[in-house]
């Protein structure tokens, strides 16, 4: 029987699987490490009682390996986002909400250092010259260092809404961290990203009003329930702008992040 294709994303296509589950089934680009991972860290979040899908076992179907986990009834966040749009700003207040519960919570570093994660991906950016890498890769080292539980891919498609209760899917990237960073992350995906170019100008618009309203929104509530400053946040643009060169993203995309991280790497020498 062919399994119904239900979602999908940049890593995997999520099939319908038997009873009330889903099986999140990779494309073949991503390393067999990088799912042993998403699965380690699944079960990690699911047992400290996080929201978030009850992962049951690594498969192999069709060649391709796949976790299987409990399927969440609702829509995406994302989703909601689009077919309302003038509710952007309550639902920027919710990912905020949801965000800052989870960087409560104490992370083990058996889950891995976010430090770690984001100097490999620095090393491994494409764009960035040895100079530029090894001037961003010092500046990450005198950064905060904190072991709380971060996403590290936290935007409105990873967060699904079952009647009103939010459940945080997508794991790959956790890891123990400082929640600033992970913050920062999450402003750099709300605000920074391609508005296609083809489409017509009122969807453009639109998208540039939610884009706003959703980073605005975010920042204001999640500072008021950290008690962080903006400062506390900022600091942590150019080493994770930087990493996240080495996702697939539009060109136009990377751009933007290479302008940015140059910005701020001037601002940096100009200091010394
Ligand atoms: N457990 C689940 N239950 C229901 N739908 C899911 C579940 N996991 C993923 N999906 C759907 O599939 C989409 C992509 O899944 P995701 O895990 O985010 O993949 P990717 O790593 O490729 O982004 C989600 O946005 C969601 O719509
Ligand atoms: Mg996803």
Redesign the pocket.
């Known amino acids: 029987m062919k399994e119904k294709l239900?979602?999908?994303?940049?890593?995997?296509e999520?099939l319908q699987h038997k009873g009330q589950t889903?099986v999140?089934l990779y494309r073949e680009n991503v390393s067999e490490q990088n799912i042993l991972r998403e699965y380690k860290v699944s079960q990690f979040v699911y047992t400290q009682g996080i929201r978030s899908?009850k992962p049951f076992e690594l498969i192999t179907m069709n060649e391709r390996k796949g976790i299987v986990?409990?399927?969440?009834?609702g829509?995406?966040l994302?989703?909601m986002i689009s077919k309302n749009p003038w509710r952007v700003s309550q639902y920027a207040k919710m990912m905020a909400e949801l965000h800052y519960s989870l960087h409560k919570l104490d992370a083990s570093e058996e889950i891995g250092h976010q430090k770690e994660m984001l100097s490999r991906c620095i090393k491994e950016a494409p764009m960035l010259d040895i100079g530029e890498k090894s001037a961003i890769l010092s500046y990450l080292e005198h950064l905060p260092e904190d072991y709380k539980l971060c996403h590290g891919?936290f935007h409105p498609?990873?967060v699904?809404l079952d009647q009103e209760e939010a459940?945080v899917?997508?794991w790959?990237t956790g890891a123990a961290g400082d929640p600033n960073g992970d913050a920062a992350r999450s402003v750099i995906m709300f605000s920074k990203g391609a508005i296609p170019q083809q489409a017509p100008l009122p969807v453009k618009l639109m998208i540039g009003f939610i884009r706003k309203r959703l980073t605005k929104g975010y920042i204001r509530e999640y500072l008021r329930l950290s008690g962080q400053s903006y400062a506390d946040i900022d600091q942590w643009v150019l080493p994770v702008a930087a990493a996240r060169l080495v996702e697939w993203l539009p060109h136009t995309e990377k751009e933007q992040l290479l302008a940015e991280i140059r910005k701020r790497l001037k601002v940096l020498s100009a200091r010394k």
Request: proline content about 7%; hydrophobic content about 45%.
């Open positions: 239900i979602g999908e994303g940049r890593t995997a999520i889903i999140k899908p986990f409990e399927q969440i009834l829509p995406s994302l989703k891919d498609d990873n699904l459940w899917i997508d790959m």
